[in-house]
């Protein structure tokens, strides 16, 4: 949520209240132990995050209303929700390769975990999270960057 413009209507306290919620609400979750909260913490967040990032886009983009053609003086801007789609996209494709580094991600991009946290959760040291971490950004800013075919 550092990444979004002040006043955006999901605020981190509307978020966690929102994860919160979907936590309660499952009745055939077995929590066994705090680590295992964190972890299906983070997929909440994670999903909620591209929900929302889902419905603003859709929505912006007038819904399903036909697409139009911009020419190419136009400037098309990013917004902190595409970027959201896009990590979570990249995510997707890193799970297919390596589980636990995009676990990694997911803690430490969408759960906003420290290190020491997540490698509690996952049951591996320090460093092996720090390594993770950084071979994981490595791998999703070379995919984020590449332009689509």
């Known amino acids: 949520m550092r990444g979004e413009r002040p006043g955006h209507p999901l605020q981190t306290s509307a978020l966690v209240n929102e994860a919160y919620l979907r936590l309660v609400n499952q009745p055939a979750v077995q929590w066994q132990d705090r680590a295992h909260f964190f972890a299906i913490s983070a997929t909440v967040m994670r999903n909620i995050l591209v929900d929302y990032a889902r419905r603003n886009n859709r929505s912006k983009r007038g819904g399903g209303q036909s697409a139009v ?17 896009a990590v979570h996209e990249a995510l997707t494709r890193l799970e297919q390769f390596d589980s636990r580094k995009a676990k990694v991600v997911e803690m430490r ?5 420290s290190v020491s946290e997540t490698a509690a959760v996952l049951g591996v040291s320090e460093n092996t999270i720090i390594r993770d971490w950084s071979l994981a950004r490595a791998w999703l800013r070379s995919s984020l960057s590449r332009t689509p075919e």
Do not use: V
């Open 109 to 113: 991009f969408f759960g906003g975990m």
């Open 69 to 85: 053609d911009l020419d190419e003086h136009s400037a098309a801007t990013t917004e902190p929700t595409e970027d959201i789609l």
